[in-house]
């Protein structure tokens, strides 16, 4: 039995035992009796969104808590019992009494008055400025974020985090799992604030699809990161927060899904909660099937060696997978101001691959010829985490210290076989045996200091030890009698080690209406790259490279009126290589379209401006944006043919890249039944740069300019309490350059949702690309050949899926009060742990 296997063994019967202790806590819970009330203003006006809290005397177990409706009404289950209950809502002083529940039934209207004045707030209130409506939207804006809540998503029910991405306003899904934000495909990805094992190895495709969407409680998009943020991710960062329940006592829910291509997953998010003692645990895992096809049709402009004159490619690839994840922690309170968290991370990922690849050729005397390869390959990956943390509360006034350390490593096998025939006569066979293990250490400090009522002083530091080790094999045989031999090219051992030191200084104040922050980081990282391979007399490569570099960040806002206001800011970002980029020689399954790494790639640089506007009303949110993005020394895929016909696709720093534009965000609950979430980014590009290197016989440009489109609408339709339908419309606009041509792609997605069991209960299904249109089409055109290309990552697909909550208690976390126009959100620097 290997080490997958037992983990996988372990996470099940871990699964299974979670489950018969919910279970079993669930029927052993205290008989409750239904109560109602509402909330009024002083007016006798209902207040809607109000936080109620019951606090029971007698056993903190048994408190509740609840918000009102619209029409400032609520209703909810408690054990009998003495409470003191609290109300609160935004712009109305907090209200405390006592009362005796005894009996079900309707307790009454509590009153609560307004707020004397805006201005008479505590700096402890000071924390993060929120534009949006209610909390019940699923978008809203912060001073340098957007979050957006999949809860109410029902498109991507049942589905991964790569499904609930395609529906994020601003980000994009590319067909072969590219994620890009505003049309740039620089992401950087975290997990509760921090990289994390969950995303595997160079944030790959398979990574995003392993995670449950039923485990994400929100995404937060960060289009022009703060100081306080890694400096990484030139496009932004998606910080992916998943699932911790701050409900009392136990609870959680369960998820099933079933779908085709044929999947199956069991996901559960679970918690306990009582005193000073939360422990949480998130998992799941299934099946899934996946299919990939590719086209290029190619047609050389000079004539070549062999007397090719025309190459059509059709590779089509079918995989099978199974993953698993699990996540469990405990966050204990040592005393009111100091708490304790320590939480623990495993994801195991296992597939099967089987493509095909068919080569059709054409030559001068108009004779043709074809070959195929038939690929069968094999994934194993082991991801393990281990998270700790402590945060120290030295008063109520926002006076805070949280220390964190993150330990994380990811293994990953694949093994390939590959039968090449020619005219149907065998000519070659490849096995091809890669093994990467990443190790990675992240230790963080960040510090808190308000000053005076209105202002904060923000400081932090953070180290990252990351290595990465690539051992690559490919042999090569040309009789099924002979024996194999090495490909000295591909066949290499290489070490990839970087240490990252940063500290930031962040300060925010408000003077009047106008709010502003700002911010400096510095990053200096050493990178070494250690690179043999079997080429006969072949130098042993050790690269090492350092960069220091400052990073700062201006934030701006004016507010017109509540929740009325301008935003402007800026912010200096880098865009460091992956590690896989830096590889000269990284990858090797199809001998006609090869990957090359570039160990001299560098850094790229961005300067980054954006102007913004956004009014949030009970039934709206609007928020235009115009933003700039410069980019120095942008990195290009340099795509060329060699003289044995095949194409080679090689990363390379070259010239600049300006994008600009507008992205405009909206939610509009138009009617009682119908609710509008769209998205639609205009923006315009300008590419410099021409390549002379030894790869192409003449120079390449790389310049081109132009203007294209991104849309997306998603229409709730509801049709009445428990009954919830949506479609959803996506669109990408052509984009061109002097050397390729990308065309326009659309897709159409349905989902419908159903509340059952008295609400305990929800069904869903939703069907994936219902017009099978989600695909990438381009033309490459350079002075030796013209290509055609075409890309289908996934097609059409559907699922059904079946929720069930059940819970003990509620503590549902208080609303936010009226707060100061410039604080900053939440960064990476300052999230708990996984």
Do not use: C
């Not at 790959?204 to 400096?231: C, H, M, R, Y």
């Amino acid at each position: 039995m290997n080490q997958t296997e037992i983990i996988n063994i372990f996470t099940k019967k871990t699964l299974g035992l979670t489950f018969v202790l919910s279970a079993a806590a669930f029927a052993f819970a205290q008989e409750k009796v239904g109560i109602s009330g509402s909330v009024v203003s002083k007016s006798n006006q209902p207040v809607p969104y109000a936080s109620v809290t019951f606090s029971n005397k007698a056993n903190k177990s048994f408190s509740d808590a609840t918000l009102t409706d619209e029409k400032g009404q609520y209703k909810l289950e408690l054990a009998p019992g003495n409470y003191d209950i609290t109300i609160e809502a935004i712009d109305y002083q907090k209200n405390v009494i006592n009362k005796q529940i005894t009996a079900a039934g309707n307790i009454g209207a509590f009153s609560i008055d307004p707020e004397k004045s805006s201005t008479n707030l505590k700096t402890g209130d000071i924390q993060g400025v929120v534009i949006t409506a209610p909390s019940t939207k699923p978008y809203k804006v912060e001073l340098d974020k957007r979050t957006y809540d999949p809860s109410q998503d029902i498109v991507s029910k049942g589905g991964s985090l790569q499904d609930v991405l395609s529906n994020v306003p601003s980000v994009s899904v590319e067909t072969d799992g590219t994620v890009s934000m505003r049309g740039s495909s620089n992401v950087k990805f975290l997990i509760n604030g921090k990289p994390s094992a969950l995303l595997g190895i160079d944030d790959g495709a398979n990574a995003l699809q392993s995670i449950p969407a039923d485990q994400i409680e929100k995404i937060e998009v960060i289009t022009n990161p703060s100081s306080k943020f890694e400096a990484s991710g030139t496009a932004g960062i998606l910080n992916i927060i998943l699932k911790k329940s701050k409900k009392t006592g136990f609870n959680g829910s369960i998820t099933g899904t079933l779908g085709y291509l044929p999947q199956t997953n069991l996901n559960t998010n679970l918690s306990w909660r009582k005193g000073n003692l939360t422990w949480f645990l998130n998992g799941g895992g299934g099946y899934r099937e996946s299919k990939n096809t590719n086209r290029n049709n190619a047609i050389y402009l000079i004539p070549r060696a062999d007397n090719t004159t025309n190459a059509d490619q059709e590779s089509i690839t079918k995989n099978k997978n199974d993953n698993y994840n699990a996540s469990t922690g405990f966050v204990y309170d040592l005393s009111e101001k100091t708490s304790i968290n320590a939480s623990g991370t495993v994801r195991t990922f296992d597939s099967d691959n089987i493509g095909n690849v068919w080569y059709g050729y054409r030559y001068t005397d108009g004779s043709l010829s074809s070959a195929r390869r038939d690929n069968v390959g094999s994934n194993n990956n082991l991801a393990l985490q281990g998270d700790f943390g402590l945060d120290h509360k030295f008063n109520d006034k926002g006076h805070n210290l949280s220390l964190s350390l993150s330990l994380q490593r990811n293994r990953s096998y694949n093994d390939t076989d590959v039968k090449q025939t020619e005219n149907d006569a065998f000519t070659l066979q490849n096995q091809i045996n890669q093994t990467t293990l990443n190790k990675t250490l992240i230790g963080k400090a960040d510090y808190e200091l308000p000053i005076g009522e209105n202002s904060k002083l923000e400081a932090g530091y953070r180290l990252d030890i990351n290595k990465n080790i690539y051992d690559n094999d490919v042999s090569q045989r040309y009789s099924l009698s002979a024996d194999y031999f090495y490909l000295p090219t591909f066949t290499y051992n290489a070490l990839y080690k970087e240490t990252f030191n940063a500290g930031y200084v962040q300060f925010k104040s408000k003077i009047g209406k106008l709010g502003y922050q700002l911010g400096l980081r510095n990053e200096y990282s050493e990178v070494d790259i250690k690179y043999q391979n079997l080429v006969p007399n072949a130098d042993f490569i050790d690269k090492k490279k350092s960069y220091n570099n400052l990073f700062p960040s201006i934030f701006l806002s004016y507010e017109i009126a509540k929740d009325n206001q301008f935003l402007m800011n800026y912010s200096r970002r880098i865009d460091r290589p992956r590690s896989f980029f830096l590889i000269p020689n990284p990858s090797y399954t199809d001998n006609q379209n090869i990957f090359d790494g570039n160990i001299d790639l560098n850094p790229s640089y961005v300067d980054s401006y954006e102007f913004g506007y956004s009014i949030s009303k009970n039934k709206f949110t609007v928020n235009p944006t115009l933003y700039f993005r410069h980019t120095a020394d942008d990195v290009k895929m340099l795509v060329y043919s060699d003289a044995g016909g095949a194409f080679h696709t090689k990363p390379i720093n070259l010239g600049n890249d300006d994008r600009y534009g507008m992205d405009l965000n909206f939610n509009w609950d138009a009617t009682k039944w119908l609710k509008l979430l769209g998205n639609v980014n205009l923006f315009g590009y300008k590419t410099t740069g021409t390549y002379t290197g030894p790869e192409v016989t003449k120079p390449m440009p790389f310049e081109g300019s132009g203007f294209s489109s991104i849309a997306r609408l998603t229409t709730t339709f509801k049709v009445d309490k428990t009954f919830s339908f949506q479609l959803q419309g996506f669109y990408r606009g052509a984009q061109k350059t002097l050397s390729q041509d990308r065309k326009d792609m659309y897709a159409v997605s349905f989902g419908a949702s159903k509340t059952v069991l008295n609400g305990n209960g929800t069904i869903s299904f939703n069907i994936q690309d219902i017009f099978n249109t989600r695909a990438m089409r381009s033309v490459t055109k350079t002075a030796e050949f013209e290509r055609e290309s075409y890309m289908q990552w996934q097609p059409r697909q559907f699922a059904l899926s079946f929720t069930y909550r059940f819970k003990q208690g509620e503590k549902i976390e208080q609303p936010k009060r009226k707060k100061d126009i410039n604080s900053n959100a939440a960064g990476d620097d300052q999230q708990g742990p996984m």
